[in-house]
Protein backbone atom coordinates (compact mmCIF):
# COMPACT_ATOMS: atom_id res chain seq x y z
CA UNK A 1 0.00 0.00 0.00
CA UNK A 2 3.12 2.22 -0.51
CA UNK A 3 1.55 3.61 -3.73
CA UNK A 4 2.85 6.72 -4.88
CA UNK A 5 0.63 9.54 -6.32
CA UNK A 6 1.59 9.27 -9.81
CA UNK A 7 1.83 12.92 -11.23
CA UNK A 8 -1.70 13.00 -13.67
CA UNK A 9 -1.47 15.98 -15.86
CA UNK A 10 1.18 17.87 -16.75
CA UNK A 11 0.98 21.78 -16.89
CA UNK A 12 -1.96 24.07 -16.95
CA UNK A 13 -2.23 23.32 -21.23
CA UNK A 14 -4.18 19.67 -20.71
CA UNK A 15 -7.70 20.25 -19.96
CA UNK A 16 -8.43 17.82 -18.09
CA UNK A 17 -6.87 16.71 -14.46
CA UNK A 18 -7.75 12.94 -15.27
CA UNK A 19 -4.65 13.07 -18.02
CA UNK A 20 -4.01 10.73 -20.62
CA UNK A 21 -2.22 7.27 -19.41
CA UNK A 22 0.98 8.14 -20.21
CA UNK A 23 2.69 5.91 -23.05
CA UNK A 24 6.07 7.59 -22.71
CA UNK A 25 6.19 10.64 -21.01
CA UNK A 26 5.96 13.60 -23.58
CA UNK A 27 5.45 11.97 -26.98
CA UNK A 28 1.96 12.10 -27.29
CA UNK A 29 1.86 13.36 -30.89
CA UNK A 30 -1.50 14.22 -32.36
CA UNK A 31 -1.83 13.15 -35.87
CA UNK A 32 1.44 10.60 -35.58
CA UNK A 33 1.61 7.83 -37.24
CA UNK A 34 4.65 6.80 -35.62
CA UNK A 35 3.81 3.77 -32.77
CA UNK A 36 4.78 4.82 -29.58
CA UNK A 37 4.59 1.56 -27.93
CA UNK A 38 6.59 -1.01 -30.01
CA UNK A 39 5.77 -4.52 -30.36
CA UNK A 40 6.64 -7.11 -28.26
CA UNK A 41 10.55 -8.24 -28.60
CA UNK A 42 10.57 -10.79 -30.60
CA UNK A 43 12.04 -14.50 -28.97
CA UNK A 44 8.53 -15.31 -26.74
CA UNK A 45 6.40 -16.87 -29.44
CA UNK A 46 4.79 -18.83 -26.48
CA UNK A 47 3.60 -15.53 -24.49
CA UNK A 48 1.67 -14.49 -27.12
CA UNK A 49 1.42 -11.31 -28.81
CA UNK A 50 -0.05 -8.29 -27.64
CA UNK A 51 2.11 -5.39 -28.88
CA UNK A 52 -0.76 -3.47 -29.98
CA UNK A 53 0.41 0.03 -31.75
CA UNK A 54 -1.33 3.31 -30.46
CA UNK A 55 -0.89 6.88 -30.01
CA UNK A 56 -2.51 7.39 -26.30
CA UNK A 57 -4.17 5.07 -23.74
CA UNK A 58 -7.40 5.29 -21.45
CA UNK A 59 -8.73 3.77 -18.61
CA UNK A 60 -12.51 2.47 -18.98
CA UNK A 61 -14.21 0.74 -16.28
CA UNK A 62 -16.67 -1.22 -16.09
CA UNK A 63 -19.45 -0.98 -13.30
CA UNK A 64 -22.93 -2.33 -12.01
CA UNK A 65 -24.55 -5.32 -10.45
CA UNK A 66 -23.76 -9.15 -10.70
CA UNK A 67 -24.75 -10.75 -13.49
CA UNK A 68 -26.21 -7.49 -15.32
CA UNK A 69 -23.83 -8.13 -18.35
CA UNK A 70 -20.97 -6.09 -17.96
CA UNK A 71 -18.37 -9.07 -19.60
CA UNK A 72 -20.70 -9.61 -22.65
CA UNK A 73 -20.67 -6.05 -23.36
CA UNK A 74 -17.08 -6.09 -23.42
CA UNK A 75 -16.51 -9.25 -25.23
CA UNK A 76 -19.16 -7.57 -28.14
CA UNK A 77 -17.38 -4.89 -28.38
CA UNK A 78 -14.00 -6.51 -28.20
CA UNK A 79 -14.20 -9.59 -30.74
CA UNK A 80 -17.67 -8.48 -32.04
CA UNK A 81 -19.56 -11.93 -30.93
CA UNK A 82 -22.29 -12.98 -28.62
CA UNK A 83 -22.02 -16.41 -27.84
CA UNK A 84 -25.01 -17.54 -25.57
CA UNK A 85 -24.36 -19.23 -22.17
CA UNK A 86 -20.50 -19.05 -22.84
CA UNK A 87 -19.50 -16.56 -20.16
CA UNK A 88 -17.72 -16.87 -17.21
CA UNK A 89 -18.56 -14.73 -13.65
CA UNK A 90 -15.88 -12.62 -13.30
CA UNK A 91 -14.04 -12.81 -10.30
CA UNK A 92 -12.08 -9.60 -8.75
CA UNK A 93 -11.10 -7.52 -11.75
CA UNK A 94 -9.96 -8.11 -15.23
CA UNK A 95 -8.98 -6.16 -18.81
CA UNK A 96 -9.18 -6.20 -22.25
CA UNK A 97 -7.81 -3.66 -24.53
CA UNK A 98 -9.34 -2.33 -27.87
CA UNK A 99 -7.68 0.00 -30.01
CA UNK A 100 -9.64 2.16 -31.96
CA UNK A 101 -9.57 5.14 -34.94
CA UNK A 102 -10.46 7.97 -33.58
CA UNK A 103 -10.41 10.99 -35.97
CA UNK A 104 -7.36 9.38 -37.36
CA UNK A 105 -5.72 8.87 -34.58
CA UNK A 106 -5.24 5.72 -33.00
CA UNK A 107 -6.63 5.69 -29.07
CA UNK A 108 -5.98 2.24 -26.71
CA UNK A 109 -8.97 1.73 -24.57
CA UNK A 110 -7.54 -0.55 -21.62
CA UNK A 111 -11.24 -1.60 -20.45
CA UNK A 112 -11.22 -2.94 -17.04
CA UNK A 113 -14.14 -5.83 -15.82
CA UNK A 114 -15.51 -5.60 -12.64
CA UNK A 115 -17.37 -8.37 -9.92
CA UNK A 116 -19.92 -7.09 -9.14
CA UNK A 117 -20.86 -8.91 -6.22
CA UNK A 118 -20.66 -6.41 -3.07
CA UNK A 119 -18.08 -7.86 -1.53
CA UNK A 120 -15.64 -7.12 -4.31
CA UNK A 121 -16.51 -3.53 -4.21
CA UNK A 122 -13.70 -3.07 -1.34
CA UNK A 123 -11.09 -4.46 -3.90
CA UNK A 124 -12.25 -3.11 -6.97
CA UNK A 125 -12.67 0.90 -5.81
CA UNK A 126 -9.06 0.99 -5.33
CA UNK A 127 -8.75 1.14 -8.99
CA UNK A 128 -11.80 3.67 -9.43
CA UNK A 129 -9.14 7.09 -9.01
CA UNK A 130 -7.22 5.80 -12.29
CA UNK A 131 -10.09 5.30 -14.59
CA UNK A 132 -11.10 7.94 -17.00
CA UNK A 133 -13.93 6.54 -17.96
CA UNK A 134 -16.68 4.56 -15.90
CA UNK A 135 -19.59 2.64 -17.51
CA UNK A 136 -22.37 1.86 -15.55
CA UNK A 137 -24.38 -0.80 -16.03
CA UNK A 138 -28.16 -1.99 -14.93
CA UNK A 139 -30.06 -4.52 -16.38
CA UNK A 140 -33.36 -3.39 -17.76
CA UNK A 141 -35.13 -6.26 -16.73
CA UNK A 142 -34.02 -6.93 -13.21
CA UNK A 143 -35.32 -3.99 -11.47
CA UNK A 144 -32.92 -4.89 -8.21
CA UNK A 145 -29.85 -3.82 -10.71
CA UNK A 146 -31.62 -0.42 -11.67
CA UNK A 147 -32.12 0.10 -8.00
CA UNK A 148 -28.49 -0.25 -6.95
CA UNK A 149 -27.75 2.56 -9.22
CA UNK A 150 -27.68 5.07 -6.65
CA UNK A 151 -25.83 3.24 -4.38
CA UNK A 152 -22.87 2.83 -7.70
CA UNK A 153 -23.51 6.86 -7.97
CA UNK A 154 -22.20 7.24 -4.23
CA UNK A 155 -19.57 4.63 -4.93
CA UNK A 156 -18.23 6.40 -7.98
CA UNK A 157 -18.39 9.73 -6.44
CA UNK A 158 -16.45 8.92 -3.17
CA UNK A 159 -13.37 7.20 -4.60
CA UNK A 160 -13.21 8.18 -8.53
CA UNK A 161 -12.28 11.08 -9.84
CA UNK A 162 -13.99 14.41 -9.62
CA UNK A 163 -14.18 14.61 -13.82
CA UNK A 164 -14.12 11.29 -15.13
CA UNK A 165 -16.30 10.59 -17.81
CA UNK A 166 -19.65 8.40 -17.23
CA UNK A 167 -22.29 6.85 -18.89
CA UNK A 168 -25.17 4.86 -17.97
CA UNK A 169 -26.27 2.24 -19.50
CA UNK A 170 -29.04 0.11 -19.54
CA UNK A 171 -28.41 -3.64 -21.31
CA UNK A 172 -30.13 -6.72 -22.45
CA UNK A 173 -33.05 -4.65 -24.09
CA UNK A 174 -33.16 -7.94 -26.79
CA UNK A 175 -34.53 -10.26 -23.68
CA UNK A 176 -37.14 -12.34 -23.95
CA UNK A 177 -37.50 -12.00 -20.45
CA UNK A 178 -40.12 -9.23 -19.16
CA UNK A 179 -39.01 -5.74 -18.66
CA UNK A 180 -38.61 -4.55 -15.22
CA UNK A 181 -37.17 -1.10 -15.85
CA UNK A 182 -38.90 1.50 -18.44
CA UNK A 183 -36.67 3.34 -20.25
CA UNK A 184 -38.38 6.53 -19.01
CA UNK A 185 -36.99 5.45 -15.98
CA UNK A 186 -32.80 5.26 -17.19
CA UNK A 187 -33.63 8.54 -19.35
CA UNK A 188 -35.21 9.94 -15.42
CA UNK A 189 -32.50 8.76 -13.65
CA UNK A 190 -29.80 9.69 -16.21
CA UNK A 191 -31.21 13.19 -16.16
CA UNK A 192 -31.51 13.71 -12.24
CA UNK A 193 -27.33 13.38 -12.51
CA UNK A 194 -26.51 14.88 -15.89
CA UNK A 195 -25.33 11.25 -17.45
CA UNK A 196 -25.66 10.27 -20.41
CA UNK A 197 -27.76 7.63 -21.32
CA UNK A 198 -28.52 4.52 -23.57
CA UNK A 199 -30.09 1.42 -23.63
CA UNK A 200 -27.99 -1.81 -25.09
CA UNK A 201 -28.00 -5.23 -26.41
CA UNK A 202 -24.85 -7.47 -26.47
CA UNK A 203 -26.57 -9.49 -28.52
CA UNK A 204 -28.03 -7.38 -31.28
CA UNK A 205 -25.22 -4.80 -30.74
CA UNK A 206 -27.85 -2.16 -29.97
CA UNK A 207 -25.17 1.07 -28.82
CA UNK A 208 -22.36 -1.13 -28.25
CA UNK A 209 -20.17 0.25 -30.26
CA UNK A 210 -21.36 4.17 -29.79
CA UNK A 211 -20.75 4.04 -25.76
CA UNK A 212 -17.39 2.79 -26.43
CA UNK A 213 -16.49 5.58 -29.14
CA UNK A 214 -18.35 8.13 -27.77
CA UNK A 215 -15.96 7.53 -24.66
CA UNK A 216 -12.85 7.60 -26.72
CA UNK A 217 -13.67 10.38 -29.00
CA UNK A 218 -14.48 12.42 -25.72
CA UNK A 219 -11.55 11.08 -23.32
CA UNK A 220 -9.24 11.98 -26.61
CA UNK A 221 -10.37 15.39 -27.25
CA UNK A 222 -10.31 16.49 -23.52
CA UNK A 223 -6.56 14.81 -23.17
CA UNK A 224 -5.60 16.83 -26.23
CA UNK A 225 -7.93 19.43 -27.50
CA UNK A 226 -6.04 22.39 -28.88
CA UNK A 227 -7.56 25.98 -27.52
CA UNK A 228 -9.52 27.28 -31.04
CA UNK A 229 -11.22 23.51 -31.09
CA UNK A 230 -14.84 23.20 -30.62
CA UNK A 231 -15.40 21.52 -27.35
CA UNK A 232 -16.50 17.46 -28.09
CA UNK A 233 -20.50 17.11 -26.63
CA UNK A 234 -21.13 13.51 -25.73
CA UNK A 235 -24.55 14.06 -24.95
CA UNK A 236 -24.97 15.23 -28.40
CA UNK A 237 -23.00 13.20 -29.97
CA UNK A 238 -24.80 9.79 -28.74
CA UNK A 239 -27.95 11.48 -29.26
CA UNK A 240 -27.20 12.01 -32.65
CA UNK A 241 -25.80 9.19 -33.18
CA UNK A 242 -27.90 6.50 -30.77
CA UNK A 243 -30.59 4.21 -32.25
CA UNK A 244 -33.35 2.94 -30.41
CA UNK A 245 -32.85 4.15 -26.66
CA UNK A 246 -30.01 6.76 -26.97
CA UNK A 247 -31.01 9.81 -24.81
CA UNK A 248 -29.46 12.20 -23.31
CA UNK A 249 -29.15 15.73 -20.91
CA UNK A 250 -27.18 18.77 -21.78
CA UNK B 1 18.70 -32.97 -48.28
CA UNK B 2 16.76 -30.02 -47.49
CA UNK B 3 12.84 -30.58 -48.31
CA UNK B 4 11.37 -27.44 -50.04
CA UNK B 5 10.01 -24.79 -47.99
CA UNK B 6 6.61 -25.61 -49.86
CA UNK B 7 6.70 -29.43 -48.71
CA UNK B 8 8.04 -28.71 -45.07
CA UNK B 9 4.96 -26.28 -44.52
CA UNK B 10 2.88 -29.46 -45.53
CA UNK B 11 4.36 -31.60 -43.64
CA UNK B 12 4.04 -29.53 -40.42
CA UNK B 13 0.55 -29.19 -41.46
CA UNK B 14 -0.05 -32.44 -41.66
CA UNK B 15 1.77 -32.94 -38.00
CA UNK B 16 -0.34 -30.56 -36.31
CA UNK B 17 -3.23 -32.18 -37.75
CA UNK B 18 -2.46 -35.04 -36.33
CA UNK B 19 -1.80 -33.73 -33.29
CA UNK B 20 -5.33 -32.34 -32.99
CA UNK B 21 -6.53 -35.94 -33.90
CA UNK B 22 -4.40 -37.57 -31.04
CA UNK B 23 -5.67 -35.06 -28.67
CA UNK B 24 -8.78 -35.49 -27.64
CA UNK B 25 -11.13 -31.85 -28.11
CA UNK B 26 -12.37 -32.34 -24.79
CA UNK B 27 -9.68 -32.94 -21.38
CA UNK B 28 -10.36 -36.23 -19.08
CA UNK B 29 -12.12 -33.16 -16.87
CA UNK B 30 -14.67 -32.43 -19.65
CA UNK B 31 -13.68 -28.88 -20.05
CA UNK B 32 -13.55 -28.27 -24.47
CA UNK B 33 -10.18 -26.99 -25.30
CA UNK B 34 -9.78 -23.32 -26.70
CA UNK B 35 -10.03 -22.72 -30.55
CA UNK B 36 -6.49 -21.27 -30.28
CA UNK B 37 -5.03 -24.84 -27.91
CA UNK B 38 -1.43 -25.81 -28.98
CA UNK B 39 -1.93 -29.16 -29.81
CA UNK B 40 1.29 -29.90 -30.85
CA UNK B 41 3.40 -28.00 -27.73
CA UNK B 42 0.62 -29.84 -25.59
CA UNK B 43 1.39 -33.54 -27.19
CA UNK B 44 5.06 -33.42 -26.75
CA UNK B 45 4.42 -32.54 -22.97
CA UNK B 46 2.07 -34.80 -22.62
CA UNK B 47 3.85 -37.74 -24.22
CA UNK B 48 7.21 -36.93 -21.63
CA UNK B 49 4.28 -36.39 -18.70
CA UNK B 50 2.84 -39.51 -19.47
CA UNK B 51 5.93 -40.99 -18.46
CA UNK B 52 6.21 -39.68 -15.01
CA UNK B 53 2.45 -40.06 -14.26
CA UNK B 54 2.95 -43.89 -14.94
CA UNK B 55 5.97 -43.79 -12.41
CA UNK B 56 4.05 -41.82 -10.01
CA UNK B 57 0.71 -43.88 -10.19
CA UNK B 58 3.55 -47.13 -9.12
CA UNK B 59 4.96 -45.25 -6.02
CA UNK B 60 1.79 -44.63 -4.91
CA UNK B 61 -0.13 -47.38 -5.41
CA UNK B 62 2.52 -49.09 -3.39
CA UNK B 63 2.61 -46.47 -0.83
CA UNK B 64 -1.10 -46.90 -0.58
CA UNK B 65 -1.57 -50.78 -0.49
CA UNK B 66 -2.45 -52.25 2.76
CA UNK B 67 -3.22 -49.28 4.35
CA UNK B 68 -6.61 -47.36 4.98
CA UNK B 69 -4.80 -44.06 5.85
CA UNK B 70 -2.52 -42.15 4.96
CA UNK B 71 -0.01 -40.71 7.78
CA UNK B 72 1.57 -37.37 7.02
CA UNK B 73 5.14 -37.41 6.88
CA UNK B 74 7.99 -36.51 4.80
CA UNK B 75 8.10 -38.99 2.15
CA UNK B 76 4.28 -38.58 1.61
CA UNK B 77 4.96 -34.44 1.16
CA UNK B 78 7.70 -35.40 -0.98
CA UNK B 79 5.33 -37.72 -3.26
CA UNK B 80 2.34 -35.16 -3.04
CA UNK B 81 5.15 -32.55 -4.18
CA UNK B 82 5.57 -34.58 -7.60
CA UNK B 83 2.13 -34.96 -7.61
CA UNK B 84 -0.99 -36.85 -6.44
CA UNK B 85 -2.09 -39.43 -9.41
CA UNK B 86 -6.04 -38.81 -10.56
CA UNK B 87 -7.23 -42.06 -9.41
CA UNK B 88 -6.14 -41.06 -5.56
CA UNK B 89 -6.52 -37.72 -5.44
CA UNK B 90 -9.60 -37.22 -3.91
CA UNK B 91 -8.65 -39.43 -1.12
CA UNK B 92 -5.41 -37.84 -0.34
CA UNK B 93 -6.75 -34.16 -0.64
CA UNK B 94 -9.88 -35.51 2.18
CA UNK B 95 -7.15 -37.30 4.22
CA UNK B 96 -4.61 -34.76 4.55
CA UNK B 97 -6.69 -31.24 4.65
CA UNK B 98 -8.46 -33.16 7.24
CA UNK B 99 -11.82 -33.15 5.66
CA UNK B 100 -12.17 -36.44 6.00
CA UNK B 101 -11.92 -36.14 9.70
CA UNK B 102 -14.89 -33.67 9.64
CA UNK B 103 -16.78 -35.21 7.46
CA UNK B 104 -16.35 -38.70 9.99
CA UNK B 105 -17.04 -36.53 12.66
CA UNK B 106 -20.57 -34.63 11.67
CA UNK B 107 -22.81 -37.74 9.70
CA UNK B 108 -25.53 -36.41 8.45
CA UNK B 109 -24.28 -32.83 8.45
CA UNK B 110 -24.13 -31.84 5.04
CA UNK B 111 -27.73 -33.22 4.30
CA UNK B 112 -29.26 -31.66 7.10
CA UNK B 113 -27.42 -27.81 6.03
CA UNK B 114 -29.17 -28.86 2.66
CA UNK B 115 -32.49 -28.59 4.49
CA UNK B 116 -31.45 -25.74 6.08
CA UNK B 117 -33.65 -22.40 6.79
CA UNK B 118 -34.00 -20.82 3.28
CA UNK B 119 -31.96 -17.18 2.97
CA UNK B 120 -33.25 -15.50 -0.63
CA UNK B 121 -30.18 -13.72 -1.22
CA UNK B 122 -27.44 -16.57 -0.72
CA UNK B 123 -30.03 -18.55 -3.26
CA UNK B 124 -30.04 -15.56 -5.87
CA UNK B 125 -26.24 -14.55 -5.68
CA UNK B 126 -25.86 -18.43 -6.32
CA UNK B 127 -28.19 -18.96 -8.92
CA UNK B 128 -26.31 -15.49 -10.54
CA UNK B 129 -23.80 -17.98 -11.29
CA UNK B 130 -24.53 -21.13 -12.32
CA UNK B 131 -24.98 -20.81 -16.30
CA UNK B 132 -21.53 -18.61 -15.31
CA UNK B 133 -19.49 -21.49 -14.23
CA UNK B 134 -17.64 -23.52 -16.72
CA UNK B 135 -19.77 -23.57 -19.38
CA UNK B 136 -17.04 -24.75 -21.27
CA UNK B 137 -17.19 -27.97 -19.35
CA UNK B 138 -19.38 -30.33 -20.66
CA UNK B 139 -20.50 -32.03 -17.38
CA UNK B 140 -21.35 -28.85 -15.94
CA UNK B 141 -23.91 -27.92 -19.30
CA UNK B 142 -27.57 -27.75 -19.08
CA UNK B 143 -28.24 -30.63 -21.63
CA UNK B 144 -25.63 -32.84 -19.79
CA UNK B 145 -27.15 -35.86 -18.10
CA UNK B 146 -26.21 -35.62 -15.21
CA UNK B 147 -25.83 -32.09 -14.58
CA UNK B 148 -23.21 -30.83 -12.38
CA UNK B 149 -24.91 -27.84 -11.98
CA UNK B 150 -27.85 -28.99 -9.27
CA UNK B 151 -24.22 -30.54 -6.98
CA UNK B 152 -22.67 -27.54 -7.40
CA UNK B 153 -25.86 -25.24 -6.57
CA UNK B 154 -26.69 -27.54 -3.46
CA UNK B 155 -22.34 -27.83 -2.43
CA UNK B 156 -22.48 -23.96 -2.50
CA UNK B 157 -26.01 -23.38 -0.69
CA UNK B 158 -24.87 -25.88 2.31
CA UNK B 159 -21.64 -24.00 3.00
CA UNK B 160 -23.27 -20.48 2.56
CA UNK B 161 -25.86 -22.29 5.60
CA UNK B 162 -22.77 -23.67 7.32
CA UNK B 163 -20.53 -20.79 7.13
CA UNK B 164 -22.58 -17.65 7.40
CA UNK B 165 -19.91 -14.89 8.26
CA UNK B 166 -19.08 -16.08 4.64
CA UNK B 167 -22.17 -16.84 3.00
CA UNK B 168 -21.67 -16.98 -0.96
CA UNK B 169 -18.48 -15.12 -2.82
CA UNK B 170 -18.12 -15.36 -6.67
CA UNK B 171 -14.87 -17.42 -6.97
CA UNK B 172 -16.03 -20.09 -4.62
CA UNK B 173 -18.27 -21.20 -7.28
CA UNK B 174 -15.42 -22.16 -9.28
CA UNK B 175 -13.17 -23.85 -6.61
CA UNK B 176 -16.18 -26.02 -5.47
CA UNK B 177 -16.46 -26.96 -9.29
CA UNK B 178 -13.14 -28.93 -9.66
CA UNK B 179 -14.02 -30.09 -6.04
CA UNK B 180 -16.39 -31.56 -7.42
CA UNK B 181 -15.03 -32.91 -10.87
CA UNK B 182 -12.37 -34.15 -8.96
CA UNK B 183 -13.62 -36.19 -5.76
CA UNK B 184 -17.52 -37.01 -7.91
CA UNK B 185 -19.16 -36.39 -4.57
CA UNK B 186 -21.05 -33.64 -3.85
CA UNK B 187 -20.53 -34.19 0.32
CA UNK B 188 -16.96 -34.66 0.03
CA UNK B 189 -16.61 -31.85 -2.67
CA UNK B 190 -18.35 -29.63 0.40
CA UNK B 191 -16.09 -30.37 3.62
CA UNK B 192 -12.87 -29.99 1.03
CA UNK B 193 -14.59 -26.59 0.26
CA UNK B 194 -14.54 -26.21 4.07
CA UNK B 195 -11.34 -27.13 4.55
CA UNK B 196 -9.83 -24.78 1.90
CA UNK B 197 -12.17 -21.61 2.67
CA UNK B 198 -12.40 -22.34 6.87
CA UNK B 199 -8.79 -23.69 7.37
CA UNK B 200 -6.39 -23.28 4.51
CA UNK B 201 -7.40 -19.90 3.39
CA UNK B 202 -6.90 -17.08 5.69
CA UNK B 203 -10.23 -15.00 5.43
CA UNK B 204 -10.11 -14.48 1.95
CA UNK B 205 -13.56 -14.59 1.43
CA UNK B 206 -15.63 -12.95 4.21
CA UNK B 207 -17.49 -9.30 3.03
CA UNK B 208 -14.30 -7.63 4.01
CA UNK B 209 -12.09 -9.93 2.28
CA UNK B 210 -9.65 -8.72 4.42
CA UNK B 211 -7.82 -11.72 4.00
CA UNK B 212 -7.53 -11.42 0.25
CA UNK B 213 -6.30 -8.17 0.68
CA UNK B 214 -3.69 -9.17 3.16
CA UNK B 215 -1.81 -11.53 1.11
CA UNK B 216 -2.14 -9.46 -2.50
CA UNK B 217 0.19 -6.83 0.43
CA UNK B 218 2.48 -9.65 1.61
CA UNK B 219 3.20 -11.15 -2.29
CA UNK B 220 3.78 -6.77 -2.85
CA UNK B 221 6.21 -7.58 0.07
CA UNK B 222 7.99 -10.59 -1.04
CA UNK B 223 8.03 -8.97 -4.33
CA UNK B 224 10.02 -6.18 -2.75
CA UNK B 225 12.44 -8.71 -1.04
CA UNK B 226 13.10 -10.58 -3.67
CA UNK B 227 12.31 -9.25 -6.94
CA UNK B 228 12.98 -5.60 -6.21
CA UNK B 229 12.87 -4.35 -9.95
CA UNK B 230 9.77 -5.77 -10.61
CA UNK B 231 8.38 -3.88 -7.02
CA UNK B 232 10.17 -0.89 -8.13
CA UNK B 233 8.07 -1.13 -11.89
CA UNK B 234 5.04 -1.61 -10.02
CA UNK B 235 5.42 1.04 -7.67
CA UNK B 236 6.82 4.02 -10.31
CA UNK B 237 3.75 3.26 -12.69
CA UNK B 238 1.19 3.08 -9.84
CA UNK B 239 -0.31 -0.57 -10.24
CA UNK B 240 -1.78 -2.07 -7.14
CA UNK B 241 -1.01 -5.33 -6.75
CA UNK B 242 -5.16 -6.20 -6.38
CA UNK B 243 -5.30 -5.53 -10.13
CA UNK B 244 -2.78 -7.90 -11.33
CA UNK B 245 -3.28 -10.97 -8.96
CA UNK B 246 -6.77 -10.47 -7.36
CA UNK B 247 -7.68 -13.33 -9.52
CA UNK B 248 -4.83 -15.40 -8.55
CA UNK B 249 -5.42 -15.57 -5.00
CA UNK B 250 -9.76 -16.04 -5.17
CA UNK B 251 -9.86 -18.63 -7.86
CA UNK B 252 -6.49 -20.38 -6.71
CA UNK B 253 -5.07 -20.22 -10.17
CA UNK B 254 -8.38 -21.41 -11.88
CA UNK B 255 -8.38 -20.62 -15.22
CA UNK B 256 -5.21 -18.31 -14.76
CA UNK B 257 -2.92 -21.70 -15.57
CA UNK B 258 -3.85 -24.77 -17.03
CA UNK B 259 -6.15 -27.40 -14.84
CA UNK B 260 -3.75 -30.25 -14.76
CA UNK B 261 -0.87 -27.17 -12.95
CA UNK B 262 -3.76 -26.30 -11.31
CA UNK B 263 -4.43 -29.64 -9.59
CA UNK B 264 -0.66 -30.32 -8.92
CA UNK B 265 -0.75 -26.79 -6.88
CA UNK B 266 -3.77 -27.61 -5.01
CA UNK B 267 -2.35 -31.23 -4.24
CA UNK B 268 0.05 -28.81 -2.60
CA UNK B 269 -2.08 -26.51 -0.93
CA UNK B 270 -4.29 -28.98 0.88
CA UNK B 271 -1.18 -31.00 1.97
CA UNK B 272 1.07 -27.91 3.29
CA UNK B 273 -1.16 -25.10 3.16
CA UNK B 274 -1.92 -21.02 1.76
CA UNK B 275 2.22 -20.47 1.66
CA UNK B 276 2.25 -22.21 -1.68
CA UNK B 277 0.05 -19.47 -3.14
CA UNK B 278 2.95 -17.42 -2.98
CA UNK B 279 5.85 -19.66 -4.40
CA UNK B 280 3.42 -20.18 -7.59
CA UNK B 281 3.18 -16.50 -7.66
CA UNK B 282 6.79 -15.44 -6.83
CA UNK B 283 7.83 -18.46 -9.35
CA UNK B 284 5.80 -16.73 -12.50
CA UNK B 285 7.44 -13.47 -11.32
CA UNK B 286 10.66 -14.08 -11.24
CA UNK B 287 10.79 -16.54 -13.87
CA UNK B 288 9.99 -13.55 -16.34
CA UNK B 289 11.55 -11.36 -14.26
CA UNK B 290 13.26 -9.71 -17.53
CA UNK B 291 10.26 -9.67 -19.95
CA UNK B 292 7.66 -7.79 -17.35
CA UNK B 293 10.67 -5.07 -16.96
CA UNK B 294 10.56 -4.75 -20.41
CA UNK B 295 6.69 -2.78 -19.83
CA UNK B 296 7.19 1.01 -20.16
CA UNK B 297 3.66 1.95 -18.93
CA UNK B 298 0.52 1.11 -17.08
CA UNK B 299 -0.90 -1.01 -19.47
CA UNK B 300 2.08 -2.59 -20.71
CA UNK B 301 2.56 -4.15 -16.97
CA UNK B 302 -1.12 -5.24 -16.99
CA UNK B 303 -0.52 -7.07 -20.62
CA UNK B 304 2.55 -8.62 -19.40
CA UNK B 305 1.22 -10.14 -15.98
CA UNK B 306 -1.50 -11.45 -18.08
CA UNK B 307 1.12 -12.91 -20.54
CA UNK B 308 3.30 -14.84 -17.93
CA UNK B 309 0.55 -17.22 -17.15
CA UNK B 310 0.47 -18.46 -20.62
CA UNK B 311 2.79 -20.86 -22.76
CA UNK B 312 4.93 -24.27 -22.02
CA UNK B 313 6.42 -22.51 -18.66
CA UNK B 314 3.09 -23.59 -16.75
CA UNK B 315 1.68 -26.24 -19.31
CA UNK B 316 4.99 -28.18 -18.24
CA UNK B 317 3.25 -28.42 -14.79
CA UNK B 318 5.55 -31.43 -13.55
CA UNK B 319 8.84 -28.96 -13.98
CA UNK B 320 6.30 -25.83 -12.84
CA UNK B 321 5.82 -27.68 -9.39
CA UNK B 322 9.63 -28.01 -9.65
CA UNK B 323 10.40 -25.17 -9.89
CA UNK B 324 8.51 -23.37 -7.50
CA UNK B 325 9.84 -25.21 -4.67
CA UNK B 326 13.59 -23.58 -5.91
CA UNK B 327 12.53 -20.56 -7.91
CA UNK B 328 11.49 -18.51 -4.96
CA UNK B 329 14.27 -19.63 -2.76
CA UNK B 330 13.56 -19.85 1.36
CA UNK B 331 10.35 -18.64 2.17
CA UNK B 332 9.58 -19.66 5.67
CA UNK B 333 6.28 -19.99 8.07
CA UNK B 334 7.79 -17.28 9.96
CA UNK B 335 8.05 -14.75 7.17
CA UNK B 336 4.72 -14.76 5.96
CA UNK B 337 2.79 -14.96 9.43
CA UNK B 338 5.38 -11.62 9.98
CA UNK B 339 4.39 -10.90 6.93
CA UNK B 340 0.50 -11.15 7.43
CA UNK B 341 0.18 -9.37 10.56
CA UNK B 342 2.13 -5.75 9.63
CA UNK B 343 0.04 -5.45 6.11
CA UNK B 344 -2.95 -6.51 7.63
CA UNK B 345 -2.23 -3.80 10.65
CA UNK B 346 -1.32 -1.53 7.96
CA UNK B 347 -5.01 -1.97 6.35
CA UNK B 348 -7.07 -1.75 9.09
CA UNK B 349 -5.34 1.72 9.78
CA UNK B 350 -5.87 2.55 6.20
CA UNK B 351 -9.44 1.81 6.27
Redesign the interface.
Known amino acids: ?6 PRSKGASAPAANGP ?4 PGTVRPGSEAPL ?1 GP ?2 PG ?1 P ?3 G ?1 GDLYDV ?1 F ?1 VMLVGD ?2 VGKTCLLVRFKDGAFLA ?11 R ?1 KVLDVDGMKV ?1 L ?1 I ?1 DT ?1 G ?4 R ?2 TH ?2 YR ?1 AHALLLLYDVTNKASFDSIQAWLSEIQEHAQRDVVLMLLGSKVDSTQEREVKKEDGEKLAEEYGLPFMETSAKTGLNVDLAFTAIAKELKQRSMRGPSEPRFRLHDYIKKEGRGGACCWP | MDPAPAEQRRREGAALQAARDRVPRIDPYGFERPEDFDYA ?1 YEEFFSDYLVVLARRAIKWSKLLKGSNSIQKSMKVKRYIRKGVPLEHRARVWMVVSGAQAQMEQNPGYYHKLLEGERNDSLEE ?1 IR ?2 M ?6 NVKF ?2 TADPCLQKTLYNVLLAYGHHNQGVGY ?3 M ?2 IAGYLILITKNEEESFWLLDALVGRILPDY ?5 LG ?2 TDQ ?1 VLGELVRMKIPAVADLM ?1 G ?2 V ?1 W ?2 VV ?2 WF ?2 LFI ?1 ILPIETVLRIWDCLFNEGSKVIFRVALTLIKQHQA ?1 IL ?1 A ?5 I ?2 KF ?3 T ?4 VTECHTFMQKIFSEPGSLSMTTITKLRES ?1 RA ?2 LT ?1 G
Not at chain 1, 117 to 120: H, S, T, V, W, Y
Not at chain 2, 205 to 209: L, T
Not at chain 2, 310 to 313: A, D, E, Q, S, T
Open positions: MSRKKILPVRNLQRSLGGAKSGGTFISTVGIDFNKQWAQERFSVAYD | SATDNRTFPDQKCQGNFYSPAMLKEEHGLTLSRICDFETSFADCDKQIKGNFCKLQ
